[in-house]
């Protein structure tokens, strides 16, 4: 018998369909669902439709500096024990602050090891697909 309130919703937010389709394979495991969202209005429906336990939002989406910055904004609002994880391909220290501020639990700069990402996710007592295949 499957425990329902063991499951882990996670929602990954990433404009860039190749890292998003590897971040959904590395969460698509028994015990999680997945919500996934390519710009800023699908992930804002997806926060308004669920509480999540995970989130990973890219922080410029779709061309947007703060897209990002808008989606951790809602998600403190509307899923505010998510474990935040913010992937970025411009590091600078002001994104740094703000995406802080607004909630994230880790900063990461692309490209990002995935490995990197299931730790993290493991402190969320989230699991992956390294979870499931790895030795303890």
């Known amino acids: ?81 998510a474990v935040t994880l913010v992937l970025t391909a411009f590091p600078d220290d002001s994104n740094r602050q703000a995406s802080m501020r607004l909630g994230a639990v880790h900063f990461l700069e692309k490209p990002v090891d995935l490995a990197t990402i299931a730790q993290h996710a493991a402190g969320a007592d989230v699991r992956t697909a390294f979870g499931a295949v790895m030795l303890p």
């Open 1 to 81: 018998m499957t425990n329902i309130a063991a499951t882990k919703h996670v929602l990954i937010v990433e404009d860039e369909q190749s890292i998003r389709d590897i971040l959904i394979e590395l969460f698509e495991i028994d015990g999680n669902t997945v919500s996934s969202a390519a710009l800023l209005p699908a992930a804002l429906n997806e926060l308004r439709s669920q509480r999540f336990d995970l989130i990973i939002t890219d922080l410029r989406l779709g061309g947007k500096r703060d897209g990002g910055l808008q989606v951790m904004a809602m998600a403190g609002m509307l899923s505010p024990d």
